[in-house]
């Protein structure tokens, strides 16, 4: 896989349990941020890392302590 490019991935929302799609960009090889959910609007904290075949791991999680 190329690392040039945004894969879209299939996550499960920590507030609101909804699937949704978002694209990982795969030329970071590690990142955290926070994006708000497509259906409950909430954030999420995103952890992703690309291993060594350019595939995406995603680790999400609610931004409540």
Known sequence: MSH???VEVD???PYCWQ???V???CSVESQQY???CQVCC???DFDVRVDDDGYPVVSVSSDES
């Open 4 to 6: 040039n490019q945004l």
């Open 34 to 36: 926070i994006e708000d």
């Open 11 to 13: 996550i499960q929302c």
């Open 19 to 21: 699937s949704i799609s």
């Open 42 to 44: 909430r954030p999420i």
């Open 23 to 25: 694209l990982v960009d």
